[in-house]
């Protein structure tokens, strides 16, 4: 996050911010020392995609790395596929995702998983809880009570309607700059787990962290 302000802005104060706060965030302290999760993993690739989407550089193959470390990294899916146009990036760059996952699983699969159980691990994930809401500050908190199968198609279909928008919007766009790229990233990470019912309220993480730099640059 840092290195992403220090690259749009040169203003070491505002680098030295970002560091401090992503640092201190309660966020970021809950969800590792206190809850002991993960989600720093992915988010870093997230956020490495990000910003080399800011340099005008392809962010497609840590995004790959990102999904390929947890299923949540598909957040910024609608971000990438807008950059993707946007930028006019060969549509063969998202054979990536599924390529850079097959490869990281590699180990795992020398080390005897079964096949099956490395490319079904997502959707058992999925199908872990039936519960529209896991306590994600979401538009499922006033909706939990809907019936499972039918607040799952809702949401998915509601989830899939604005990341679609979010593309067009960002092809279509006539601003330019870092800053509108991590505005438009942000609105990606925050869309998703907003909209998607089954959301665990530390899903946000990466949007949580993304706005720190967004707070920084602007």
Known sequence: VARIVWRA???PWRASMAFCAVWLAPTVIFNGAVWGQADSIWTFFTLLSVSLFMQ???GVLPFAVAFAVKAQAVFLGPFVVGMILRRR???????AVPGVYLILAIPVLVAGRPIASVFRVYIDQADTFHRLTMNAANIWVFAGGAPYAIGVAVGLMLATAAGL?????IVRSSREGPDFILLAACASLM????LLPKMHDRYFYAFELAS???????
């Open 165 to 169: 928008a979010l593309s067009v919007f």
């Open 212 to 218: 720190i730099a967004l707070a920084c640059l602007n």
């Open 191 to 194: 869309l998703m787990p907003y």
């Open 56 to 58: 005008n550089r392809n």
């Open 89 to 95: 990036i060969h549509w063969a760059w998202l054979a």
């Open 9 to 11: 802005t040169k203003a």
